[in-house]
């Protein structure tokens, strides 16, 4: 089924390909769901009950702007391993792991062209039972990654730990036993851009204990220091401190941005009583570090409107944390915000799922080269396909953003354009109107005449017009019988116009380089002008366009001293 409808405030939402369907029953494909940086690959895990003897997959897709096309073959696992309740994938699309909780190892392949291959052996936890790979997040390139075993640590006291690739092998990161705190430690993280910071979630932990009171679940920070080669805690501990909520599960999702330095922190259990809102309408909220603490970022987000809406149990971050976007997944509903400067603005709601299909238990967010956003969200308890088969949907939109003038380069008499592989264009004659050029639709174009130019480039449905660029022809040009001179050039008074032979009709205009005419002279028969600059006519460059009977017009750059 494809979906539709989706709006509210400045974004407009289309979905992009078709659902991604669980190919059987009881599969819940759309468990977990993970895009690339650009959002065109895109790694998505189910997980079948432990009572199901159907082995677990994993698939990823390409997008190749009509549709999502799988790369490559299934990720199975055997059965009862729980292949694809955590997945993850690089920035850059090339790599993939996958975890394997029931077996306790976790698996990371590389893409080389045709299919997935194993990039080393799988990382291995310690201890039987420990859940290790249950939750897991890779660095931007895929060198490194976090781990997360919540029931390794004894007395269900979990642990995280963190591998780099050498080349060879996968070496763990710091601590052997990992960072070890609190009930079920592992169960949430997310690993910075550069995997120096990392935010653990632990929404299980009980109001005893743990230095908070009142409070269930709480979150910490931890940055790496290669001095130590060991991960310190950064800042205190960080509780829901909201007494307008009741906190059930603080840390049931965590997110953070590129720089580490703004995280999300989603409570999808929170009660909202004391505001007259739903039992278990669900929380976010974001925090950011002031150089010594985590501050809290903008207001608490909640969805007021849905009966245990479960709002916070996903999220996700823009790189560079003003963007976010949250699922609600007993409501079906998933929001995208962004960061005004002093508070979260809501952009969009998606509404395109049953209430019993878990819509927005996990979503990610990715930003194409054209600066199209991209919203995945995973519907595990869908029945389109069979009971519990799931499904995952895509949706886009054009973020408010525009190709920069600084964007169109000029390089002696040509204009050039960067913009992504799939990129359309089409130059633009700003003084006629912004009627398009005719047959410039190429990145560079070598315009006739100076004059003042932009370009539309479109990509991924998204457009985006350039402001108009000041472009001054460089070059004389020579016509087939005889050679145009204008000297001397520059001058400080007089200057002469030379056609080399005598035309009928002449039309001689003097611009300034905004385009305006400041002198304007028709002649019947014209071989050679001499043409007198007065003081009217300041220190500066101009254009002089000469129109030869019917001929193209002429443009010769002037300079006045």
């Known amino acids: 089924m494809l979906g539709e409808q989706v709006m509210h405030a400045q974004a407009t939402f289309t979905q992009l390909g078709a659902d991604l369907d669980g190919k059987d029953a009881d599969a819940l494909f759309g468990q977990t769901t993970r895009l690339s940086a650009n959002g065109q690959r895109m790694v998505v895990g189910g997980n079948v009950s432990i009572y199901n003897n159907d082995t677990t997959y994993v698939r990823a ?86 781990i997360g075993a919540p029931e390794g640590g004894g007395n269900y006291t979990g642990y995280v730990s963190v591998y780099d690739w050498d080349g060879t092998s996968w ?48 979150v910490r920070v931890y940055q790496y220091v290669t001095a130590f080669q060991d991960w310190d805690r950064r800042g205190a501990s960080i509780a829901s401190g909201f007494g307008a909520f009741i906190p059930q599960d603080f840390g049931s999702a965590v997110a953070i941005s590129d720089d580490g330095n703004v995280i999300a922190i989603g409570d999808e259990e929170a009660d909202g009583v004391f505001l007259g809102a739903s039992a278990g309408i669900g929380i976010v909220e974001a925090h950011e570090w002031n150089g010594t603490s985590w501050q809290i970022k903008g ?26 976007v949250t699922g609600g997944k007993s409501a079906g509903r998933t929001h995208l915000y962004t960061w005004s400067g002093s508070i979260w603005q809501s952009q969009a709601i998606i509404t395109e799922e049953h209430l019993g299909d878990k819509a927005g238990i996990d979503c990610d967010l990715g930003i194409s080269s054209s600066g199209q956003l991209r919203i995945t969200i995973g519907a595990p308890s869908n029945d389109d396909n069979g009971t519990n088969a799931g499904h995952v949907r895509v949706f886009g939109a054009c973020s408010p953003t525009s190709v920069s003038p600084n964007s169109i380069s000029q390089n002696s008499d040509s204009l050039m354009v960067t913009a992504g592989n799939n990129a359309t264009y089409q130059w633009i004659d700003c003084a006629n109107n912004n009627a398009p050029v005719v047959g410039e639709t190429n990145a560079t174009f070598m315009p006739s005449q ?13 457009s985006a017009t350039s402001s108009c660029h000041n472009f001054i022809l460089n070059s004389i040009v020579t016509l087939a019988s005889s050679q145009v001179k204008l000297y ?21 205009r003097l611009l300034n380089l905004s385009g305006r005419v400041l002198r304007h002279q028709t002649f019947d028969q014209l071989k050679q002008l001499e043409w007198p600059l007065g003081a009217d006519i300041s220190t500066g460059v101009y254009i002089i366009s000469i129109q030869l009977e019917d001929q193209a017009p002429i443009y010769l750059k002037l300079i006045k001293q």
């Open 61 to 146: 897709y390409e997008w190749d702007g009509m549709s999502w096309v799988q790369l490559g073959s299934d990720f199975k696992g055997a059965t009862y391993r729980q292949v694809g309740q955590a997945v993850d994938i690089s920035q850059d699309g090339n790599r993939i792991a996958i975890g394997a909780f029931r077996s306790t190892e976790v698996q990371v392949y590389e893409y080389n062209g045709i299919d997935w291959t194993p990039l080393g052996d799988p990382i291995e936890g310690y201890g039987g039972g420990s859940y290790f790979g249950y939750a897991l997040s890779m660095g931007k390139n895929g060198n490194r990654i976090a």
């Open 171 to 218: 070496v763990q990161l710091g601590n052997p036993n990992g960072i070890m705190f609190g009930i079920e430690c592992g169960s949430k993280l997310a690993l910075s851009e550069n995997g120096e910071y990392l935010i653990i979630g632990v929404p299980d932990a009980g109001a005893s204990g743990h230095g908070h009171t009142n409070t269930y679940g709480y």
């Open 299 to 324: 207001q608490v987000l909640i969805d007021s409107t849905m009966i245990r809406g479960s709002l916070g149990a996903s999220i996700s971050l823009s790189p560079d944390g003003n963007m976010l």
């Open 450 to 462: 100076s004059g003042y130019y932009a370009v539309t480039v479109e990509e991924d449905s998204c």
């Open 488 to 508: 001397p050039n520059p001058t400080h008074q007089d200057v002469t116009l030379d056609l080399g032979i005598k035309y009928d009709n002449v039309e001689v």
